[in-house]
């Protein structure tokens, strides 16, 4: 090897070159581990458990791709190599999963096929679900792969730039690692400024581009130290052509893989800054309207069959056990559902707190998805909510209802009903906003004859966490808190929490009228009433259960383990 020290200003173009491609790979390898996580968290429903798993997955890979580093003799070759494997995984690797994961969807109706199984029988056995599990966690084995190949990429790159130079580099590490953390910091901001809006497959390509022409430069800077380097080039050729395809059909293919992770056909699948949206939509007949079901993060919000049965017992009982309905406060409910149903009361004005302007768009008129290929989509979820967000009464508020209630709490606002219908607490970031400091602030803008109601979930599927949340609003200050229950098909049993600061409770205010303040075709007083009654026993362990503080992850435990599958070989849906 040439030992000779190049000119000042040949080493200094070395150094732009390869500090560059440095940086830029450390862009795309941060970009790839949002990829891996964001998609993971599609997949399972929980986007921040995913990107701090796969966090300390990849990094944990990436300690062990710098020790496996040294296997490698010649760093030229290998680095060139390094990075055309790099690019090809990352572009590919969340279709990949896609595709598995439509493949293993599809097995049970295979299998029914197959073995001629009577009509409605339903494959859930132990085998399906252990194969289903180890598709949805495929994310994390891509993320373990591709850290282990980019933590090569800094042993491997100071060993060029050292030879380059012919001579020990006594600040090799602290250069070439300052460009990596520069290089990571402009991928988080690419990512989200640009990418996290972007379709995850465009995301890949748009990545896996700048990877490949960072390769592409080194291999070229250095073609005669690369062994095998025109087999090399023809793979860059290679890569390009599927960068091509992928750019081309990438989308409609994994538009195909994603509808298999739902029951029925996706009409909408889209990216917002905050979270995946997507809608279905089943046709029952040509006299019917089709049933739309809406999905966040792959886990479904609301089916048109049944919404009414949720935001009926959601909205009533509270509205009903409050002694004004001039001034009402709707936290979540970006889908103008809620809010619907609040409008039926003549309130003089509504605030709406939700983080997503996405998917508030998407319930309201006069928005961008009007004048694009989703106009259908957009009409048909303004008439379902009956054009809610286009009543002058409403205003929206956009951000995270824990900050965005400060503001409120500093003007004195008083509210006479709040209204609470966030996402269950499925994963940390929501556990606070269904803790006792919450439910504190919150309670400081209830009017003292006002009520509040909270969705609670399933009483019956997530006992504890439901029982849970009763007791984290009485420890916030409620004197009379109560719990309800009723029977959405779509989710099944359902339950919620309704408080009064003082007074009377929420559930003899309401027996106490005489008639049902608004007509509605499906509930009444007594159907309200009825909802209040549960099993006996049902609170018999309620001194076991837990209070949610802030801080603790106390209610999402309790609901992680609930929502556990029951195991089986199959099961046949009873007529």
């Known amino acids: 090897?040439?030992?000779?020290?190049?000119?000042?200003?040949?080493?200094?173009?070395?150094?732009?070159?390869?500090?560059?491609?440095?940086?830029?790979?450390?862009?795309?390898?941060?970009?790839?581990?949002?990829?891996?996580?964001?998609?993971?968290?599609?997949?399972?429903?929980?986007?921040?458990?995913?990107?701090?798993?796969?966090?300390?997955?990849?990094?944990?890979?990436?300690?062990?791709?710098?020790?496996?580093?040294?296997?490698?003799?010649?760093?030229?070759?290998?680095?060139?190599?390094?990075?055309?494997?790099?690019?090809?995984?990352?572009?590919?690797?969340?279709?990949?999963?896609?595709?598995?994961i439509a493949l293993i969807g599809t097995l049970p109706q295979v299998l029914t096929d197959i073995f001629n199984l009577p009509p409605g029988t339903v494959l859930d056995g132990n085998i399906l679900i252990q194969l289903?599990?180890?598709?949805?966690?495929?994310?994390?084995?891509?993320?373990?792969?591709?850290?282990?190949?980019?933590?090569?990429?800094?042993?491997?790159?100071?060993?060029?730039?050292?030879?380059?130079?012919?001579?020990?580099?006594?600040?090799?590490?602290?250069?070439?690692?300052?460009?990596?953390?520069?290089?990571?910091?402009?991928?988080?901001?690419?990512?989200?400024?640009?990418?996290?809006?972007?379709?995850?497959?465009?995301?890949?390509?748009?990545?896996?581009?700048?990877?490949?022409?960072?390769?592409?430069?080194?291999?070229?800077?250095?073609?005669?130290?690369?062994?095998?380097?025109?087999?090399?080039?023809?793979?860059?050729?290679?890569?390009?052509?599927?960068?091509?395809?992928?750019?081309?059909?990438?989308?409609?293919?994994?538009?195909?893989?994603?509808?298999?992770?739902?029951?029925?056909?996706?009409?909408?699948?889209?990216?917002?800054?905050?979270?995946?949206?997507?809608?279905?939509?089943?046709i029952i007949s040509v006299d019917q309207p089709p049933i739309l079901d809406l999905y966040l993060n792959g886990r479904l919000q609301f089916s048109s069959a049944d919404e009414h049965i949720y935001h009926a017992m959601l909205v009533y009982p509270a509205m009903a056990a409050s002694a004004r309905h001039d001034n009402i406060l709707l936290i979540g409910g970006g889908d103008g559902l809620a809010l619907r149903n609040v409008l039926q009361w003549n309130p003089k004005q509504v605030t709406l707190i939700d983080l997503d302007p996405t998917l508030v768009g998407l319930f309201s008129e006069n928005d961008a998805l009007s004048q694009s290929a989703e106009q259908r989509i957009n009409q048909q979820m303004v008439a379902l909510n009956q054009q809610a967000f286009s009543d002058p009464r409403v205003k929206v508020i956009y951000g995270d209802a824990f900050i965005e209630i400060d503001p409120l709490i500093a003007q004195q606002a008083k509210f006479d009903t709040i209204i609470i219908d966030l996402p269950d607490p499925s994963h940390p970031d929501l556990n606070k906003l269904y803790s006792d400091f919450f439910y504190t602030r919150v309670g400081r803008l209830l009017q003292g004859d006002g009520a509040m109601v909270i969705q609670s979930t399933s009483p019956y599927h997530a006992k504890k966490a439901f029982q849970s949340i009763g007791k984290t609003v009485n420890a916030a200050g409620f004197d009379n808190v109560e719990q309800y229950r009723q029977n959405v098909p779509s989710f099944g049993e359902w339950g919620w929490t309704i408080a009064t600061k003082i007074g009377q409770s929420a559930s003899n205010r309401i027996k106490s009228q005489s008639e049902f303040p608004v007509k509605d075709s499906w509930i009444t007083s007594a159907v309200i009433l009825g909802a209040f009654a549960f099993p006996a026993n049902f609170y018999s362990n309620i001194n076991e259960i837990q209070v949610n503080y802030l801080g603790s992850s106390v209610l999402f435990q309790y609901h992680h383990q609930a929502w556990q599958k029951d195991q089986g070989l199959y099961y046949q849906p009873q007529p």
């Open 1 to 100: 090897m040439d030992q000779v020290i190049p000119a000042k200003r040949q080493l200094f173009f070395h150094d732009v070159i390869l500090i560059g491609i440095m940086a830029v790979l450390a862009a795309c390898g941060l970009i790839y581990e949002y990829l891996l996580s964001h998609y993971a968290g599609r997949v399972l429903g929980a986007v921040e458990t995913a990107i701090y798993a796969m966090i300390g997955i990849m990094i944990v890979s990436m300690g062990i791709g710098a020790f496996a580093a040294r296997w490698f003799k010649h760093p030229f070759t290998a680095f060139a190599w390094l990075e055309a494997v790099i690019a090809l995984v990352g572009m590919s690797a969340v279709l990949l999963i896609a595709g598995l």
């Open 132 to 282: 289903k599990d180890m598709a949805e966690f495929t994310p994390y084995f891509a993320g373990f792969l591709l850290g282990f190949l980019i933590g090569m990429e800094i042993p491997l790159i100071a060993r060029v730039r050292q030879q380059v130079y012919g001579t020990f580099l006594e600040n090799n590490a602290g250069t070439i690692y300052g460009a990596d953390y520069i290089g990571a910091g402009v991928g988080a901001a690419i990512w989200v400024t640009f990418m996290l809006s972007m379709d995850i497959t465009q995301a890949a390509v748009l990545t896996a581009l700048l990877n490949v022409i960072a390769g592409c430069i080194f291999l070229w800077r250095y073609f005669d130290k690369v062994k095998w380097a025109k087999t090399l080039v023809l793979f860059h050729v290679l890569l390009l052509a599927i960068l091509l395809l992928l750019a081309n059909k990438g989308q409609s293919w994994m538009q195909q893989f994603t509808n298999v992770l739902y029951k029925d056909q996706v009409i909408l699948s889209t990216q917002s800054n905050y979270q995946h949206i997507a809608v279905t939509e089943r």
